[in-house]
Each structure stands twice: as C-alpha cells, then as structure tokens.
C-alpha cells in the first residue's frame, strides 16, 4: 500500500499540549461568565483545528494523564518531584477540554497507572503494525524514541502551540546523530531536569552521542565503563546506576491494556448541538464558527477547511503615483469604510515602505521621501479619513519622521485589545489574530537565519489589523468603545508629539551628581566592611544572607526558595525591630546605588541635542493609567535631596521661558467623594478644607486647628490606604502603631465617613456580579478571579477592585486634561508645548509671553475635565527646571 492510500491515525498528548497553550496565550484574556479560565482550551482546540486541516487524519485520539502518579513514581518516588505545583488557572480545563473534543466527535483515552506518552507509545506502535502512518502531538522529548519510518513526532517549539517541528528518522539524526530508540540513552546519561533525573556529573549531550555512537547501547557503555579515561570515566563509574535507573523510567511502555484500538479512533461526526452548548458555556464564537463548519455535510471536506482557516489573505500589490491615486479614490475617504494601514520599518526604524487594506484588497506601497511619487498618498494620509493602525504611535511618530502626517485614526487593535483585557501581557497584532480569528499570521521566525515561513508583509498585517480592529469592536461594551473613540484613540497624536520633542536636560549637572553618590556609595561601603571586619559584595544576597544570619545572628526574615529574604522591605523591617549599624549603612549604601542607577540610565538616553525622550505606554497598566519606559520618568523620588536635584537637570529649552509644572491636588480622595456621595467628604473638599485636616477633627473629637502632624499623618495614611483594600494590621505596620489602635482608627473614620464604608463594601460586590468595575468614563476592568474558589487569587482581585474605579477615573481625568491642553494650544496655535506627564502632573514648556496664557489654559481645562460633586484643584508653578517650578 502507497503511503498516500495508508489511512492516517494522529495521537495528541493532552496534557503536555494543553500546558503549551496555557503558557502560550494569556490567562486573564480567556474567563467565562463563570469565572473559570480557559486559554488552555482556546489555545488547544485552535491547535488541533489547524492539526485537523494540515495532516488530514482518518483517526485521531487524544491522551491524557489521570494523576502525577504512575507506577514510576511507586518505582522512583522523586520522579517528578521538582515539578511546580499546577498554577490556579489550569486547574478545572481540562474536564472542560475534554467535553470540548467529545462534542467534536473526537475520543479521549486515559489509563490508571500510566502516563499519557505510554498511551501515545502503545497506539502509535500497534498503528504502525496495522499499515497505519501515524502521526504523534507531544511536547515530551521522551516521544522521540516513538519515531521510526512509520510514526512522525510533531514537537511544539517554543513559540507556542502554533508551531511544530516534525521529527521523522532523518531530522532525530540531523539533530541528535544518533537513531530515536536510542534518545532515551542519551536522556538517560545526562538526566532530565523536567522529569528529576539526575544523570552522571561532567556528561553532556556531546559525551553522551560519542559514547553510544562507540559502544551502541547503555547496555554496552555500562559494560565498558572501565574503558572510559579521564574524570568524567570516574564519574560514569562511580554513577552508572544513575543512568540504568534513569533508563529504566524513560522506557516508554508499547503494549497498555487499552479500551480501544488505532481502528475505534475513526473519525465520528461532530455533534453541532453539543459543540454548541459546550462553545456557548465557553464563550468560544469564533472557534464554535470553526468546529461547526467542519460538521457541514453539505461542503466539500476541502471547503470546509478553507472556512476553519479563515478567508484568504487578498494578493499583495505593489503601486504609486496615479495607480495608487485610483485606490485610495476607489477604497478609501472620509465617506467609506475604515482602511487598515501598517508601516514598515528598516533597522534603524525609518519609514520603508506601507501597507494599506481595505477588506478584499490590500497593497504595498515602497517609500522613498522627496520623491513625487507619493503626492496623493501624503495628502491621504492627513485627511480624516478613517484608518485602523495598530501600535499606531509607533507608525505616527516614524511617518512625522518621514515629513508625514497621520490623521483619522479610527482603530488601534493594540490598544483596543487593552481596553478589553487590560490584564493581558501581550497585545502583538499575530497573538491577536490567532486569539480573536483563530488564524495564524505569517510572521518570520527571528532566531531563524533563513525563516521557514516568510512574513506576510506589511500589506498582510494591514489586512490581518483591520479584521481584528472589527472583531474587537464587536466584543468591546458601548462605555468601552466610547473610551477608545473619545480618550485613547486622539491621545496617540498628543503622547507621540511628547516623545518626538523630548525634554532638555543638564547632562553634566547629572553626570556630577553620579560621581558624588559613587563616591558616597564608596564610603559608606568602607565603613560597612569596617563594622563587620571584611569585604563582601553587597549586591550579592546570598553573602548578605552570611554576615547577617551567620556572623552577625540577626533574627530570620521571611523564608525563600534561596534562604532568608534580604529585599528592602525585610530589611528595612530588621532595622526598625532590631537596628544595628551594618544593616544601617547597607540601607543607605542601597538608597545611593538605586539612584546612581536611576542618574546613569537617564544620562545614557540624553540624544545628541540635549534632550531626553521618554516612552508612554498606554497599555502597560490594568488601571489605564500611562506608563513611563526608556527611562522611566515616573520612579525619580520626590521628596528626597537627591530625588530634587535629579528634577532639577530636567530643564526648558534656551529658545523657551520656563517649565509649567501642573498637578491635580488629592485627586483620588475626590473621585472617592464623588463616587461614594459622602456628605463630609464632599465638605471638606468644597469649603477648600485641608482633607486630612478637616478628617482627623473628625475622628479625633478636636478642632481642625488642634490636629497634631502625628494624628494627620495616621489619617492621611487610612485615607488612601482603605482605598486600596488596606486592613486593619496593614495600617498598623505601616504606621508602627499597634493593630488594635489601627482597628479603632478605621472604626472612627468609617463612623463619621459612614458612605465611604457602604461604597467600599458595595463595589466589589458589585463587580463580583457583574465581573468587571467601571470608571466614571465607562472604562471597564474585568474581575474573574472574584468568584475564584481560591482564596489567595479572590482575595487579591477584591483588594485590586477596590481602587479600580478610583485610579482608573482618575487616568481618564487625566487624558481628558491632556487631550484638551493640547487642543486649546493648537487652537490658538501657541508655541508652548507639553513635554511630560507623571502620574497627576503635566510639565509644559512655555514660549516666551506665553506664561500667562499657558497658565490659564491648563488651569481651565485640567479644572474642568469632569464633572465632580467636588471640585477638581489644580496646582501651578514656574520656574528653570522641573525641581524650580514644583509647588
């Protein structure tokens, strides 16, 4: 029988593929309504589609573990044993996954005693006797030795579930140099860290290939030991039983008593009723669109793996001057769809070319600035006709680079994936496809040399964007899409002007002040190695561990994998209860070293005009607050020396007046008094009381003038703190009073704040029944884990509820300020431009005479962003650098 005639049986390690899934897709991105995590599914399911498409089996099984336990485990007890325990999230798929594949037809096999390789092992062998080409899905390297000229192992990389290598005779031996049944006496003799087989000490991959390739068998190297020179023929001797025992594990075992047999896994129709109930408990649309089509008797079995594939991408063209003039008439303007554009970038991230998409026809358009060929495209691209760009600040700023201006952004999958799941990691444009479509984008390998698969090109990812860009508006709430339109989408232009201007910076002001904490740095150090009598690394943790639990008997800190924690919170908490004169100086050595860092990463980011360009991230945080990257401008203390003198090198330009520095005053505590309607907070903030002030007269019976710092430290403390879930032995450690003092502190305040407890209370509750929070804006924040039956993650997502309307009202505040700062000035067209913005406070650099003007305009429009029940009170000043203008 020809190869093409045999029928074809493909047999999936379950488990082994379903743990590839759940670490390649992310976990807050797949919730149902009932809170269980189902990226392992999601990311399974889609694999086995795409298996189903390409290998075409006849038969098909898939194999899972019933427990850790087998009868290695009863044989070696530590086999295993180093293995993490199975993260929260998994827990529960697999039941799920597995109703899953029975609605679609598909047989699942388990056997007590045994591990789901030696189910894979028995069938792929008696497969192979009966004329079957078999086929076999595992991430276990154990599987090679399954491998002969009837059995091909399909090996997940490491770039997910979406890539296999396939391992026939040829590639084992172009990898290993040695034939499949003898990998495992490879594996044997160096160990296998993921199993806990320790192998022989100095034996390496190399070793172990050159010792079967001369004696042919473990048998045979164990027979010859004393043939073997050197140190590492020491080691085999000494530790040969290792490797018999290791041997003996890694057998995988060809004759399980199985129910079924390579016959009883033909394919079975799929139930469609099932796939829908089960997808619907899921929430998988777009994969239930996919296994359905499959269950359509009436197509062709080729037409119904071209719809679980996805629509094909339209052929790429390449056009300019008056051909590109005709498609953008044709396809778009300011009266048509969306088009999806994507940038391409050369190596040092200027503008190569562009792919522009519309949904049936897509085209690459190559640039080269200064030519004429480019006229209608150039004016395109500045007109407000609608454009989906993802990671469009990126592409904004390299197309203002190239003389270009990007406007009538109307999609931005990056972001609006963001605003969907803002717990999720990643937001790349081919994660997204393959989690929203189902559908892998052709993306080159980058540790390839020469790529297996070729990129799709620019054109394809513009396709690939506007497809997505669809599917998320679809599944994003109305509030959602409201903050995507309205605060997010005309924030890129204003965030990406920021970082293309850059903020001036006195460079040997910063290099000066990083050769003075060096120099402290040093002495302090000297003085530490003289109070314990010798030189040690005082970055090392486990050298810390030695002088201060071993020579100098300090009391343990909290326990660790690597011994007694030695981070700055332990330490700092040593001190406090049982100071001592080394752990003082390495404090202080720490304090100097981390902001040396600081000074030496901004000076390293000074460009060769003086200035400074910070990153925005806006999806780097879940509160929708924006982050600062490369450098980070928002870590630089405060309130310290050191903190004012590095704000200080932060300066205005010489052809600029001075800085604006702009901040919101207790914003938080003021969308807590609007939120929670509580008539003293409300109080406080409209007769312009200080809060604390006006709190702590409250709850200490006194008049607001007899409020000691002390009493309105502690109230300034429990203020913010109960915002962010802080407890009652939390307020106590933080204040170094005694818990009981703390409780009673809480009690008083929620007594004379009692609206502020019964908003608190009702909000998580709140989000427990409707799975998410939402600002004032309609920003949502999803919440699974708080109908999770584990108490850690619940307990978590309560505190991280809490706040979640308060911070996230809080940044939409803020971009609203931003948004309408920028456009006054634009407006107007002043000169002065924003620079920065740091958690609630923009700095401006202001052209000359404009100071006035500048100052009135962010007053009004950082005042007037919402519509409190309080006043919004914003803080301004002036001055040379961002240290003189602090107020």
Do not use: C
């Not at 070696?76 to 679609?104: C, N, S, W």
């Not at 003075?516 to 690394?537: D, K, T």
């Not at 938080?668 to 903030?685: K, N, P, T, V, Y």
């Not at 998580?764 to 309609?778: C, H, L, M, P």
Request: glycine share 8%; charged share 25%.
């Amino acid at each position: 029988m020809s190869d093409a005639a045999k029928p074809t049986l493909l047999v999936i390690d379950g488990h082994s593929l379903a743990f590839r899934a759940f670490y390649a897709l992310p976990v807050d991105s797949f919730v149902n309504r009932e809170g269980q995590h189902t990226n392992a599914i999601h990311g399974f399911i889609s694999m086995l589609l795409n298996l189903m498409k390409n290998e075409k089996p006849t038969h098909l099984g898939v194999a899972f573990d019933i427990s850790r336990y087998s009868f290695r485990t009863r044989e070696y007890p530590e086999y295993k044993g180093t293995r993490d325990a199975t993260p929260v999230e998994f827990v529960g798929q697999i039941p799920l996954l597995q109703e899953a594949l029975h609605a679609m037809g598909i047989t699942t096999i388990t056997k007590d005693d045994f591990e789901a390789d030696d189910i894979l092992a028995t069938l792929a062998a008696r497969g192979s006797a009966a004329g079957y080409t078999v086929k076999v899905v595992s991430g276990d390297r154990d599987a090679i030795q399954m491998v002969n000229d009837d059995v091909t192992l399909l090996y997940p990389s490491a770039r997910g579930v979406t890539d296999l290598t396939r391992y026939d005779r040829d590639k084992v031996f172009e990898r290993y140099g040695i034939e499949p049944h003898q990998y495992p006496e490879i594996a044997a003799l160096v160990g296998e860290t993921s199993d806990n087989l320790i192998g022989i000490d100095k034996v390496g991959e190399k070793t172990a290939v050159k010792w079967i390739n001369q004696f042919g068998s473990l048998d045979e190297i164990v027979a010859h030991r004393d043939e073997v020179k050197g140190v590492v023929g020491d080691k085999l001797r000494e530790q040969y039983d290792r490797a018999v025992r290791n041997r003996k594990l890694n057998r995988l075992v060809t004759d399980v008593d199985l129910p079924v047999g390579p016959d009883d896994l033909e394919r079975r129709p799929i139930d469609v009723s099932a796939v829908r109930e089960v997808f619907d408990k899921l929430q998988f649309r777009t994969l239930q669109e996919r296994v359905v089509a499959l269950a359509d008797d009436s197509a062709a079995p080729a037409e119904a793996e071209a719809v679980a594939a996805g629509p094909a991408a339209p052929v790429i063209r390449t056009l300019i001057d008056e051909e590109l003039d005709h498609w953008l008439r044709t396809h778009a303007g300011a009266d048509k769809p969306p088009v999806g554009v994507a940038v391409e970038y050369g190596t040092d991230g200027t503008v190569t070319g562009l792919g522009i998409a519309a949904p049936d026809d897509s085209v690459y358009v190559p640039w080269a600035a200064g030519r004429g060929d480019y006229v209608a495209l150039e004016a395109w691209l500045d007109t407000e006709s609608p454009k989906v760009v993802h990671d469009s600040k990126r592409a904004y700023k390299a197309l203002k680079r190239a003389g270009l201006e990007l406007t009538g952004l109307h999609g931005d999958p990056r972001i609006a994936a963001w605003l969907l799941r803002p717990g999720n990691h990643s937001f790349v444009l081919a994660d997204l496809a393959y989690e929203l479509l189902g559908e892998r984008m052709p993306v080159a390998d980058p540790n390839q040399l020469v790529p297996v698969d070729e990129a799709g090109g620019v054109a394809t990812e513009a396709w690939f964007a506007l497809r997505v860009s669809d599917e998320l508006d679809e599944l994003l709430d109305e509030g959602s899409r409201g903050v995507l339109r309205d605060i997010e989408l005309p924030l890129v232009s204003v965030l990406g002007d920021m970082e293309l201007t850059g903020v001036a910076t006195d460079q040997p002001g910063l290099r000066a002040l990083s050769a003075r904490l060096g120099e402290s740095a040093a002495n302090i150090a000297a003085e530490a190695f003289e109070v314990i009598g010798r030189e040690v690394n005082l970055g090392s943790p486990k050298q810390l561990q030695e002088v201060l639990f071993e020579q100098l008997d300090m009391p343990k800190t909290r326990s660790m994998k690597t011994g007694y924690s030695t981070d700055a919170g332990s330490l700092a908490d040593l001190q406090d209860k049982h100071p001592h004169p080394f752990l003082g100086l390495l404090l202080k050595h720490r304090d100097a070293t981390k902001l040396r860092q600081i000074i030496d990463t901004l000076d390293k980011a000074v460009d060769d005009g003086g200035r400074i360009h910070t990153t925005y991230d806006q999806t780097g945080t879940t509160t929708g607050r924006i982050s600062s990257i490369d450098p980070n401008l928002q870590n630089i203390p405060v309130k310290t020396e050191v903190g004012h003198e590095i704000r200080a090198a932060f300066q205005h330009g010489p052809e600029y007046e001075t800085l604006l520095t702009a901040d919101y005053s207790q914003i938080e505590m003021r969308i807590m008094a609007h939120l929670s309607g509580d008539a003293g907070l409300i109080q406080a903030f409209t007769e312009g009381e200080d809060l604390h002030r006006f709190v702590g007269a409250r709850i200490f019976g006194v008049e607001p003038a007899d409020v000691s710092p002390t009493m309105r430290t502690k109230v300034k403390a429990m203020s913010y703190g109960l915002a962010y879930g802080l407890s009652a032995f939390g307020l106590s450690k933080q204040l170094r009073i005694e818990t009981a003092e703390a409780k009673q502190l809480m009690t008083d305040y929620f007594h004379r704040f009692g609206a502020v407890r019964e908003y608190l209370r009702n909000v998580v509750e709140q989000a427990r029944e409707d799975g998410y929070t939402e600002t004032i804006f309609g920003r949502r924040r999803p919440f699974a884990d708080l109908k999770s039956s584990n108490r850690v993650l619940r307990e978590n997502a309560e505190r991280a509820a809490l706040n979640a309307p308060i911070q996230g009202s809080a940044a939409d505040i803020m971009k609203i300020a931003m948004l309408g700062v920028q456009a006054e000035i634009d407006e107007r067209e002043l000169q002065s431009r924003v620079l920065l913005q740091v958690h609630d406070e923009l700095i401006v650099e202001v052209a000359t005479g404009e100071v006035d003007v500048i100052e009135d305009v962010v007053r009004r429009r950082m005042g007037s962003a919402a519509d409190l029940r309080v006043p919004l009170d914003v803080s301004v000043g002036t001055g040379e650098s961002w240290d003189a203008a602090a107020h």
